[in-house]
């Protein structure tokens, strides 16, 4: 049996599952940031896949590569905002920082 | 061999975003070559607005045209022009307003300014954005800054709560939207949105039931990323705590400038990404505008609903930019040309009043230190011209004729009303049921000003010559605007003249 799009996309859709499942369910910054990160990676190997086994253009991988970027890039800004978070309250548990109401 | 490059011309078409780019680099070098300097904050503003203005300019030299750019990545039609022409003035009121508020250290005045100017640039390019790619990368263009603007106080717990909440919701959400995209790449086989259109078109009319479904799942998780970005239901929920805790300068303006470029890429992605104008209801294909109507329905109550009952004012003016986005997705959802018009009349006329209102927030924080509204009472008395441009930018986000609210509001339902469809009629009748509901607290902030006494005897509140000079800039217009619009409808019509 060889390795397939199918194959590709039941991963893909297995991460992405897990990572809504995360992001729901943790209630530590840095945990939902993963889960964040699991669906991100989720979308990226979806587009290669397509690109690489149904349409024969690049344009998806090229997305990927882009992407793959630019979830660094989120994962840099949304650390230190956690770090910044942290040295306010000494904690990362979005259950225990809620000055604002809501 | 070289290969052909001729698409790679962008011409005279993306000089906006050069200059917006050149300007971010000015502002860099010049924040650190007058680190020592007593007129550093002055200057960075003065080269921050020269930089803005000159993109304007740049963008009143652009002829605008529906050829692709860049292989398909942009477009700069004259939609696109209108919308990145109200950033842009954001984008000059939101340096100006940072300047003025003392949230903003002085030293921290020139990163500030930078990444405003970066998040400027992003909203220019998602308003001509017209591939996923594109669209996605302008988007986090957009998001990033946003995220350190919203905690840019550091130090302050309300602050970086802010920030934490608006980069969860935020990277949730442009996640969503990736893989919504990367469905709509395999369905379609291309990351052009006219193709995508097309071919999605085609799969949903040939296909079976579960490449309908399949559309249907990618096109819901796309609209996820927008409408977090416009802030309708149901990725609401990080707006009114972003809007207490993020420094009141920087709220003034991501309750403006991200929202206009939000909906200008929402309608580029329905527009040309599936038929303009979308029929109500298309035969053979997933009623998105029954979809979209909903969502403009509930968007609204919500909103308005949820700012009954809140004290502190720049929640308040949080779930009201959470209403406003209802009304104009109802717009969207119509997606006439009408509709695309009152989309873009009421864009600029939402920056005068939105911002203005902000600045009177600002103003009043900053001279009592309150932001409830019980901060506002006896304001009429304390500092007249605040209270009496607070009252004209309440009543004009209300739709109270004759300001500029009411003409803005006038033509997004005159196109609800205008598909004659029993649909359309019902989201209109909410709208204005909306409308009444939200005179009543945007009326209990002007009560306080006019009708009660402030708890204690206060000496009056002064506002600075800049403040009240910005202030009279946002007021005139919103009062003129209401009974001489045609100047205005004038420019809205000429950028839709062309094609999209």
Redesign the interface.
Known sequence: MSIGLGHFVAV?ALL?SL?LFC?ITRRN?VA??MG?EL??N???L??AA??RY??G?P??Q??AV??IV?AA??AV??L???L??Y???RTVD?AE????K? | MLPDLAGLRGGAAILPELVLTGTVFAVLVLDLALRRSARRGRVLLLVTCLGLAAAATAIAGVSAGAQPLFYGMLVADGFALFVKGVVIAAAVVGAILAALSPEIRRDQLGEYLILLVCLTLGMCLLAGARNLLMLYLALELVSLPSYILAGFRHGDRRSSEAALKYVVFGAAASGLMLFGFSLLYGLAGTLDLPGIGAAVVARGLQGGLDAQLLVVVAVLLSLAGFAYKVAAVPFHMWCPDVYEGAPTPFVAFLSVAPKAAGFAALLRFFLSGFGAPLGFPAPGEFPWPFVLGVLAMATMTVGNLAAITQDNVKRLLAYSSIAHAGYLLMAVAVGSPLAIRGVLLYLPIYLLMNMGAFLVVMAVHDATGSETVDGFRGLGARAPYLAVVMAVFLFSLTGIPPLAGFIGKFFLFAAALQTKSMFFYAVAVVGVVNSVISLYYYARIVRACFLEKPADAQAPVRVGSPAAALLGALAVPTLVLGIWWGPLLGVVEKALLLPR
Not at chain 1, 97 to 100: K, N, P
Request: hydrophobic residues 60%; charged residues 10%.
């Open positions: 893909s992405f990572g992001l910054a939902i940031l964040i669906i991100l989720a979308a990226l979806n587009l397509f690109s149904l349409h253009q344009d998806g090229i997305f882009f992407g630019l890039a989120e800004v949304a230190a905002i956690v910044q978070l040295r306010a309250f979005t920082t809620t000055e604002l809501g």
